[in-house]
Each structure stands twice: as C-alpha cells, then as structure tokens.
C-alpha cells in the first residue's frame, strides 16, 4: 500500500491516504444529498461483506419530509459518491427514480429486500 | 452479482448471499477471539475507504483485562476471518504478536497511528 502525497486547496501537503478513510460510525449519520444539492436523508447504516470488508449497500434514512416516516432504502454502494465540499454523500440519480426504489420498515431482514433493490437498480432508466 | 444458493446445516437450503452481509453497525461490537478460542475484545468501529466503500482496518477495543483501558488496536480488516460457529470474528494471529501491536488512545486521528500500524503487520514474524 503506497503513500500518495497531494497538495490540498491551502496549500498544505497532507498524505492523501489519510483522507480516504472514515469511521464506520461516522458515516452512519452522514447526510446525503442529491444532484440537486438538496438533502434527501442520511446514512442509517451500511452492509457490508462479512468475509471481503466490501461496502454494499449504504441505507439511507429519511424522516417526514416527504410525508414518510422510518423508511430505509438501500442503494447500491457504488450509487453514492463523497463530495468534501458538502461532507456528505452526494447521489446523481434523478429525483423520480429515487423516489420510487425499494424501501422498507425498520429492522426488516436483508432477505426480505434484497431482491427488489438489486432487481430495481439493475433495471435501465425510462425517460 | 449473481445469486449462490446453498444448503443450511439443518438442511434448509438459504441465499448464501444473505449470510454474507452484515450491518455496520452490527460489526461495531461483535467480539474478537484469538487463535486459541479467547475473547480479546470487540469491534468498536472500522475504517473505510470513502469512494470504493471497502473496508481496510477494524479498530479492536478491549477492556480491563489485560489491564489496559479504552485502547484501540487497528487490524488490517484481511487479518479478520468471521466464524458463524462462534458469531464473532477470529484473528489467527499469534498472541505475542497481538500483544505487540500497535495501539492508541481514544479518538485519536487516523493519522497518528496508520503508518506505525501498516509498518507493524507488513514486517515479517520473527520466532
């Protein structure tokens, strides 16, 4: 594993490798945002494999703005991008789509949407 | 990502898939045995790449019993292997060596320990 140096905005050279990294109870709560820039939710939590360490799914939670309350709805990891200049995870899907993936109540087993978000996500975009 | 279907020990056959994701906040304090069955501690948190989502180190909390208090030790994640027979994760690792690792105090920086950490699982044991 190299040390990759870079110069950040201030001028200061800091060891990129440092950056790359979060605490996994950190990104639990990390907002999101989409290509909007408007806040959709935040981060509940995230699946990971067990064996691989590979982030999977990150859930996100949001609360009454949209009219609905404990709802998660997982995302495919690789959906979510980090964007520093906000601190949080920004998506670039469009709102219509987002609206209408999977979600499912607090505490539901894996098993039970697994499916229905990889079957959603895989689907190609109707314009 | 193809689904792997496999048959339980009590003979039910079960999506492998499911059984290899696990909440990140379920890893946060699932405990760690050593080679020989003991319990060294648990999970507190673990460190992920922000952009690939893959996990590179799991941060080991233990309490009192080696009489050290509220120490984190690193692992690089691939040092972890996950035991359904024992609902944890083992670290075949020798316990001299673990003993030896590289820790710090809590909430210090990643930066403050990552390079000691690498250095120290990268060298070679010496026996």
Known sequence: M???????????????????????????G????????????EVHNFMVDKVS???AYAVISF??????????????WNQLSYDTSVGGYVVDIDRNRLDGA?????????????GSVDDYWARPVLI
Do not use: C
């Open 2 to 28: 190299g040390t990759s140096m870079h110069t950040t905005a201030d001028g200061t050279v800091a060891r990129k490798e440092t950056y790359d990294l979060i605490a996994s109870n950190k990104v639990e």
């Open 30 to 41: 990390t907002s999101v945002y989409d290509r909007a820039g408007e806040r959709i939710g």
């Open 53 to 55: 360490g590979q982030a």
């Open 63 to 76: 609360g009454g703005f949209l009219g609905i309350g404990e709802d998660y709805f997982p995302l495919p």
């Open 102 to 114: 999977p979600r499912y109540a607090r505490d539901e087993a894996t098993d039970t949407w697994r």
